[in-house]
Every structure is written in C-alpha cells, then in structure tokens.
T-cell receptor, first 111, second 112 residues
Framework: DADVTQTPRNRITKTGKRIMLECSQTKGHDRMYWYRQDPGLGLRLIYYSFDVKDINKGEISDGYSVSRQAQAKFSLSLESAIPNQTALYFC??????????FGEGSRLTVL | GEDVEQSLFLSVREGDSSVINCTYTDSSSTYLYWYKQEPGAGLQLLTY?????DMKQDQRLTVLLNKKDKHLSLRIADTQTGDSAIYFCAESIKVNTGKLIFGQGTTLQVKP
C-alpha cells in the first residue's frame, strides 16, 4: 500500500465547479504539502501544514484552500475551478531530515 | 529571489554517462535534492547533499556541488533505459518550513 494516497487520480470538471482533492498518509508525519506541476515549470507550492492547527500559504495559493482534518489527512479545494488550474497536483509529507514523500498525483482537467 | 534552473532535455546512449545540471540562486540553501519522476508516477527522492559538502556518491549516482557558483550536478554512470525519466533539482531554503523550490525538470532520454 502507498504511504501517501491521493484521490481522485484523475478528474475532469467544468469551469465554476467546486473540486476537492484528498490526501491521506500512513507515515505519521506532521508536515504535509500540496504542490502543482505544470510542464516546463516544475513543482510549485500551493499550501503546507505543520499540524492540524497550522496552515500556511505557498507560492501560488490564490484560488485554492486547504483543510487539515487530522494528522493523516490534508485536502485541497478549488472553490470555483478555472481552466488555468488544469494541472497535475501532488501531495507530500516530510521527514525530519527534509525528505519529501510524494503521492502519485491527481490529474485535474478544467474545461 | 529564489530560483532553480535546469536544462529541459538530455539524450544519451545506453551505457554512457549522463550529467544533469542545475543552478540555484539562494546562497542560504541548506540541502539540495535530486528527485526522479517516471511517467504517471510521483516524485522519488534519489539523493541529497548538504550544502557544506562538495560531493556525494551513491552507487551509480554522483552529486557535485559548487557552492561558489551555485551549481549542482547529477552524474549517472552506465545509464540504462530504466533511467529514462524527468529529473528535478530542488533546494531547501528554510529548513524549518520544509519548503522546497524545484527546477523545471530535465527529461532524460536513454537510447538503446
């Protein structure tokens, strides 16, 4: 079983719809992250969380919100999806030594 | 500002060495990482180096760090077709936050 699980793996939606991407982890790490990957741009940080009471904005948080429901769960929401939010989204957890463990990604297409 | 740059594409023949280069701008970087992404998968940590080191070797992988020039490289010896993937360089600029700044990724194509 994967240590970091993302659902859904693929989603196609329409402009204006609300979308939630979910992430759960079995590694027991406090720190969790949401990244967005676009071709030629690498990964950009959307939000990160140190624990259930600590949420921080990353580089590109506009248009996104997050919820840390428990240590193991960190969800990303798009309240009103727009086409330029079409991307591959990755959740990750972090060890104390700085290693990020990534989920397999959620591919979102906004029409 | 914080920026990490990589060339986008590298093509080598099976058995040759591959060298993937990366430059970064933040001199306060503490850790520098190399991640590998295979098609349809997430990123997998290959190796990392502390900023006070010049070189790190791990089996077929050699990481070289030139802190003066803010240049990081990953050398893969005896490159195999299974090494075909996208390779990301990343720097950790603030250890306590765990924020990593990623480069754009270098696509490595290995020809048989």
């Amino acid at each position: 079983d994967a240590d970091v699980t993302q659902t859904p793996r693929n989603r196609i939606t329409k402009t204006g719809k609300r979308i939630m991407l979910e992430c759960s982890q079995t590694k027991g790490h406090d720190r969790m992250y949401w990244y967005r990957q676009d071709p030629g741009l690498g990964l950009r940080l959307i939000y990160y969380s140190f624990d259930v009471k600590d949420i921080n904005k990353g580089e590109i948080s506009d248009g996104y919100s997050v919820s840390r429901q428990a240590q193991a769960k960190f969800s990303l929401s798009l309240e009103s999806a727009i086409p330029n939010q079409t991307a591959l989204y990755f959740c990750a957890t972090k060890t104390d030594t700085g290693e990020l463990f990534f989920g397999e990604g959620s591919r979102l297409t906004v029409l | 500002g914080e920026d990490v740059e990589q060339s986008l594409f590298l093509s080598v023949r099976e058995g040759d060495s591959s060298v993937i280069n990366c430059t970064y701008t933040d001199s306060s970087s503490t850790y520098l990482y190399w991640y590998k992404q295979e098609p349809g998968a997430g990123l997998q940590l290959l190796t990392y180096i502390f900023s006070n080191m010049d070189m790190k070797q791990d089996q077929r992988l050699t990481v070289l760090l030139n802190k003066k020039d803010k240049h990081l490289s990953l050398r893969i010896a005896d490159t195999q077709t299974g090494d075909s993937a996208i390779y990301f360089c990343a720097e950790s600029i603030k250890v306590n936050t765990g924020k990593l700044i990623f480069g754009q990724g270098t696509t490595l194509q290995v020809k048989p």
